[in-house]
Each structure stands twice: as C-alpha cells, then as structure tokens.
C-alpha cells in the first residue's frame, strides 16, 4: 500500500513539475519576444548597448522559444530598430537593404546554436554562430557597397561591430545561465528532501 501511494506521488509530482516547466517555457518566450521588439525600438541609448542586448536576447531565444518562433525573434529586433530609426541615425534608410540579409544572419545565429550545442560546448556554438552570422552581414555589405548603394561605414558597421557586439551579448547571455542555475539547484535538491516515506 506504501508502495503504490509512493507511485502516485511520484507521478503526481512529475506532472507538477511539467506543468511548471510549460507554464515557464510560455512565459519565457513571451517575456524574450516581448523584449526583442521594445529594446530596440524603446531605447535610445548607444548602438553598442542595443547590439550587446539583442544579441543576448537571440541566444536566449535560441534556448528557450519554440522552433516555430524562431523566425519571429529573428525578424522582430530589426523591425524594431528600423521604427525606431536609432541603429544608425541619418543612415538608417540604408537599413532598409540589409534588412533580408540581418534575417537571414539572425535566424542562422539561432539554429547554428542548437545544432552544435548537442556536440559542442555552449560557449563555442554561440561563438562559430557568430562567426557565420557576422560572414552573412559583412558579405551583403560589401556587395552593396561595391554596387555603390552604401556608405563604407556599413564595412564596419555589419563586419567587426556585429562581431563584437554579438561576442558580448554571448557573454552576458553566459552570465544570465550561470545565475539561472544558481538559482535552479536549490529548488532541485530541496524537491527531493521534501518526499515523505
């Protein structure tokens, strides 16, 4: 009789916690996706600061939104910035004709992490995202550049700023799962001394 009353709470308690784990996932993404689009149209700080932030909340759509929104997180941030019109003030028009180009960077930064991370260690999949993410933006601008459509300051701008700024978004992304999981495993080890015999 111990036993099975045992089981149910067992069961009972798996089904709490999937319960939880769907009820976080949901609020997760929308609180991600909700933030993807307002930072950059919001903020009118540094471009630094809104390229670390975006970056940040990419790789952490890569961990926590549903595949079937991954293309909104990708899209969203630009949308955004281009509303906004803060990316790069008088140059903002110009954002026009990397916006396919960011899309396509972004969304290939998201799914790059997933399939390496499996193999690889968080850190280097974020890292040889990156790399790929920032090959895709810098090779648009050199074509446009060369076609005479933009300024050289795109050069840098969609070369070694992207690079940094998604270096550093990684890293405050890094920090934000080390302190998630601080916060994680008391809760994990508490769940276990709480079941009664």
Same mark, same amino acid.
């Given at each position: ?19 939880? +784990? /769907? ?13 993807? $689009?307002? &930072?950059? !149209? *919001?903020? =009118? ?32 941030? +630009? /949308? ?13 028009? $110009?954002? &026009?004709? !990397? *916006?396919? =180009? ?50 050289? &300051? ?44």
């Amino acid at each position: 009789m111990d036993n099975i009353l045992f089981k149910q709470y067992i069961e009972n308690m798996k089904t709490e916690t999937t319960a939880i +784990n /769907v009820k976080s996932l949901t609020i997760n993404q929308n609180v991600i996706i909700s933030l993807a $689009f307002f &930072i950059p !149209f *919001l903020i =009118s700080g540094p471009q630094l600061l809104t390229g670390i932030l975006v970056n940040c909340l990419l790789i952490l759509g890569a961990k926590f939104i549903d595949k079937k929104n991954h293309i909104i997180i990708a899209i969203l941030p +630009n /949308v955004a910035a281009v509303l906004n019109g803060l990316v790069f003030g008088k140059f903002t028009p $110009f954002l &026009i004709f !990397f *916006l396919p =180009s960011i899309w396509i960077g972004n969304f290939v930064l998201i799914k790059l992490i997933i399939y390496f991370k499996n193999n690889l260690s968080m850190s280097l999949s974020i890292f040889l995202g990156l790399i790929l993410k920032t090959f895709i933006l810098y090779f648009s601008a050199l074509v446009y550049f060369r076609l005479g459509l933009v300024p050289e &300051i795109f050069l840098t701008a969609m070369g070694v700023f992207q690079l940094v700024t998604g270096i550093m978004g990684g890293l405050v992304f890094l920090g934000i799962e080390k302190i998630m999981k601080k916060m994680s495993f008391p809760r994990r080890r508490e769940s276990k001394l709480n079941i009664p015999f």
